[in-house]
């Protein structure tokens, strides 16, 4: 089993809408959470990093975190089709340096 | 322009033949590494440095070698490339103490690796 499982999709979604991503994780060590977003043939940009149960708005996106649950999400809210994109999440151990990527989950916006 | 560069972006390459993918940043970024992404397996890290001289194993290490003798290289080598290493693979930079301490990680565009 996956330490970190996430829905591939495609989701698709009419401009304007909510995309509503997650991830579920296994291992009660992990303390740091990320979402990346990537472009086709680009690699991952940073889109939220968060270390704390709780919600972290930033524009558009909003993160939540729910350790005691071991899932994490992402809200894109206002849709547009420049979020056509793959959504990655990723999170850290406590004093580590590794991040273990989810497999992504692509999204695709309609005008 | 602050920026993690790969080269070569795409190469078909036979069993065997050694072959290195070289990385540069350019924003004395401390930690670096590679990673390998595959369908439906997501990115998996190859290996990790911490600073020059400093690399360690990460998930998926065996038939890869790394070196960091300047801070801003860290070249990805492929002693003996085998089909299972084709691959899309990218190198990454954090600031000092790695990606926890913000969460970021630079990513360079990605070279796409097949070996037949």
């Known amino acids: 089993q996956k330490e970190v499982e996430q829905d591939p999709g495609p989701l698709s979604v009419p401009e304007g809408a909510i995309v509503s991503l997650n991830c579920t994780y296994s291992n009660s060590a992990f303390q740091y959470f990320m979402w990346y977003r990537q472009y086709s043939r680009k690699g991952p940009e940073l889109l939220m990093y968060t270390y704390s149960s709780g919600n972290k708005e930033d524009g558009r996106f909003t993160a939540q975190v729910d350790k005691s649950s071991k899932y994490i999400s992402l809200f894109i809210r206002d849709s547009q089709p420049s979020d056509s994109a793959t959504y990655l999440c990723a999170m850290i151990r406590a004093a580590g340096n590794k991040l273990t990527f989810g497999g992504g989950t692509r999204v695709l916006v309609k005008p | ?116």
């Open chain 2, 1 to 116: 322009e602050a920026q993690v560069t790969q080269n070569p972006r795409y190469l078909i390459t036979v069993t065997g033949k050694k072959l290195t993918v070289t990385c540069s940043q350019n924003m004395n970024h401390e930690y670096m590494s590679w990673y390998r992404q595959d369908p439906g397996l997501g990115l998996r890290q190859i290996y990790y440095s911490m600073n020059v001289e400093v690399t360690d194993k990460g998930d998926v290490p065996e038939g890869y070698k790394v070196s960091r003798k300047e801070k801003r290289n860290f070249p990805l080598i492929l002693e003996s490339p085998s089909p299972n290493q084709t691959s899309l693979y990218f190198c990454a930079s954090s600031l000092s103490g790695g990606p926890a301490n913000t969460g970021e990680l630079f990513f360079g565009e990605g070279s796409r690796l097949t070996v037949l």
